[in-house]
């Protein structure tokens, strides 16, 4: 089981990561995560060089990494402490964050039943939207 890790300063202070030392996760992030006031769960990052393309603004694949991510964060309740797998992931990119942006995501469990949840969300930076998202999980319980 991977440890969530409550951040006790900086900017992201009060926000939960997991430690992933090692994962492509990590590396792409850290992403962090918090509830709202309303229960929903938000995910965020600030944007680095590293998650630039050549044109100076975020890359694609950066987002749909941050996507997949908050897909999971957005359905944790659901997942029942299961394990889950993305089975489908579409976006529609909008605009590009530039390094310094604070990066937002917030979604919705659109349905979920037995074995299969479906998210729909959007990734923000202030007022910007650069991307909408939908996706379905598979939730599972691991072979011993």
């Given amino acids: ?25 990590q590396t792409v992030g850290p992403f962090y995560f918090k509830p709202d006031p309303d229960g929903r769960m938000r995910c965020a990052f600030r944007a680095e060089p590293k998650h630039m393309n050549a044109g100076d603004r975020m890359h ?7 996507a997949d991510i908050s897909l999971f964060q957005t359905a944790y309740q659901e997942m029942e402490g299961k394990n889950g797998v993305t089975v489908q992931l579409d976006s529609t990119f909008i605009d590009g ?24 969300g959007q990734i ?15 939730k599972f319980t691991p072979r011993t």
């Fill in 97 to 120: 964050a530039r390094v310094g942006e604070l990066v937002e995501s917030t979604g919705e469990v659109v349905r979920a039943g037995g074995s299969l949840i479906f998210v729909r």
């Fill in 60 to 66: 694609g694949g950066c987002l749909m990494t941050f």
């Fill in 124 to 138: 923000t930076t202030g007022d910007r939207s650069l991307m909408t998202y939908s996706g379905i999980i598979k």
């Fill in 1 to 25: 089981m991977v440890a969530k890790i409550t951040v006790t300063e900086g900017e992201f202070a009060g926000w939960q990561t997991y430690d992933l030392h090692g994962t492509f996760d």
